[in-house]
């Protein structure tokens, strides 16, 4: 199977196995150099990581959507500072009390990450269908006993302070609520309902979970020592943080950039049928009134931008098309390609192109797209926003929509601070 390297997906998966055998090649030295090589590789690669979450957050700073938000940052900087605390006590100090204050670090990471999981996850709306339940019944009965065990044998340990007892017991404990919420946010991801930013996350909490219950084991054993395969898969951990934020800070900015480009560079004197500084809502079945409207209004000169749920080469063919950018809601893989559930990357796509521009002109096909994989209330957000942006750059904005898929409410509210237009009138 071939792999399609255009697709954030696909390029964060094809550099994963490079990045789990570089780190168990660290297997072959010993273990004070390992501990040496994580305690400075760990911390470096966190900090790449939330440069490009940073790139990211900051990047979705001006829409209404905070998917990737300020919760997130904050997360990873809770795991760099725990580990440069512990650095500092295990390579400077060379006495690292236990537990120390990286453990308390670690541990309001570990309740913040729960609540952002769990935030998100209410926020998709996830139904508990019976199947769901029922594997959720199922991990919740085997985790507690295994919990029961685990804690257990650390409360009644000999080798254990108070304080060692408390900390160690909270460790697996957390564990088990991420992971839960992994699977399920695995589950969304795998239905098109998650950025590929979650994804990303799941994989590396895939590698920090196994680390964790490695170390928990071996600690309560009194087997563990630093540079061990626990603290070897804390640096797959961060590594595939990096790599994968890293891509996605990188296609984030490409998307950003795009120039606003005249279709013809001798415009024909004709009358524009649409106006600057208004949003015009075309109701129509099929879509083909609003991209006849919008190629029409391209040879007076203007600047325009498409963003559609049709394959991009298919609408430069049919309508002709050699500079105006052609950006394609979807989620399969693709170098124009944009997962439609990323409202963040979309309106930002579309702002900052309207900002650069000076006579331009925006058609947004696939509202119904976007509603699917969200909701109404956050596709109608989505459009607000657009049409305030549009009004004070001087810009318009065509907004394609199938009246059939709405309801007479719905319709109504798309409508405000619009021009309606199209066939499909009769119905909206």
Same mark, same amino acid.
């Given at each position: 199977?071939k792999v399609?390297?255009k697709?954030?997906?696909? *390029?964060?998966?094809?550099?994963i196995?490079p990045? !789990?055998?570089?780190? /168990?090649? @660290?297997? $072959?030295?010993?273990e004070? %150099?390992v501990a040496t ?6 911390p470096?690669l ?13 990047m979705n700073?001006?829409?209404p959507?905070k998917?990737?938000?300020?919760g997130?940052f904050?997360f990873?900087w ?13 390579q ?7 537990p120390?204050v ?14 952002l999981?769990?935030?998100h ?5 996830l139904?508990?269908?019976?199947? *769901?339940?029922i594997?959720a019944?199922?991990y919740? !009965?085997?985790m507690? /006993?295994? @919990?029961? $065990?685990?804690?257990g044998? %650390? ?11 408390i ?5 697996p404990?957390a564990d088990v ?7 399920i ?15 990303i996350m ?6 920090w ?7 928990l ?5 009194g087997?563990?020592s ?17 790599w ?5 800070a990188?296609r ?7 120039v606003?480009r005249?279709?013809?560079?001798k415009?024909e004197?004709?009358?524009e049928?649409?106006?600057p500084?208004?949003t015009?809502v ?10 006849e ?12 931008l ?6 991009p ?10 500079r105006?950018?052609?950006?394609w ?15 963040g ?23 119904e ?7 109404f ?7 607000d926003t657009?049409k ?8 318009r904005?065509?907004?394609t929509i ?11 509210l798309?409508s405000a ?8 009138m009769?119905?909206?």
């Open positions: 199977m399609d390297f697709s954030n997906r696909s *390029l964060f998966i094809a550099g196995p990045i !789990v055998i570089a780190c /168990l090649s @660290l297997l $072959a030295l010993d004070t %150099t090589v994580v305690y400075t590789v760990v470096s966190g900090l790449i990581g939330a440069i490009g979450l940073f790139v990211l957050v900051w700073r001006r829409t959507f998917d990737i938000g300020a997130l904050v990873m809770t795991g760099i500072s725990g580990w440069i605390i512990s650095g500092v006590y295990s400077i100090i060379h006495d690292v009390p236990s120390s990286a453990d308390a670090v670690w541990i309001f990471g570990y309740f913040l990450l729960i609540w999981m769990y935030s996850v209410q926020s998709v709306g139904k508990f269908t019976k199947p *769901l339940q594997g019944g199922l919740w !009965v085997s507690s /006993l295994f @919990l029961v $065990a685990f804690v044998s %650390t409360a009644t340990s000999e080798d254990l302070t108070t304080l060692e007892k900390a160690y017991s909270i460790y404990v609520f991420v992971l839960f919420f992994v699977g946010l695995l589950s969304l991801h795998r239905r098109g309902l998650l950025e590929d930013i979650w994804f799941m994989i590396a909490l895939a590698f979970m196994t680390s964790d219950f490695l170390y084991g071996a600690t309560a054993s087997a563990y630093e540079g061990s395969l626990s603290d070897i898969l804390y640096v797959c951990t961060y590594a595939s943080i990096a994968g934020f890293g891509i996605l990188i984030r900015i490409k998307f950003s950039s795009i606003p005249a279709e013809t560079e415009p004197k004709l009358v049928s649409i106006k500084r208004v015009y075309i109701w129509s079945p099929d879509g083909d009134e609003a991209f409207l919008f190629t029409s209004n391209l040879h007076t000169g203007l600047e325009g498409i963003v559609t749920r049709r394959q080469s298919t609408v430069k063919e049919r309508y002709k098309l050699e105006t950018p052609v950006l809601l979807a989620t399969v893989a693709g170098s124009d390609s944009v997962f439609p559930g990323n409202l990357i979309i309106t930002d796509m579309i702002t900052r192109f309207l900002e650069k521009g000076s006579n331009t002109i925006v058609l947004l096909d696939g509202f797209s976007i509603v699917t994989h969200t909701e209330r956050k596709a109608l957000l989505m459009v657009l305030d942006i549009t009004a004070a750059n001087q810009s904005l065509l907004v199938d009246p059939r898929t709405l309801s007479e409410k719905e319709r109504s798309v601070n619009s021009v309606s237009l199209g066939t499909g009769a119905v909206a």
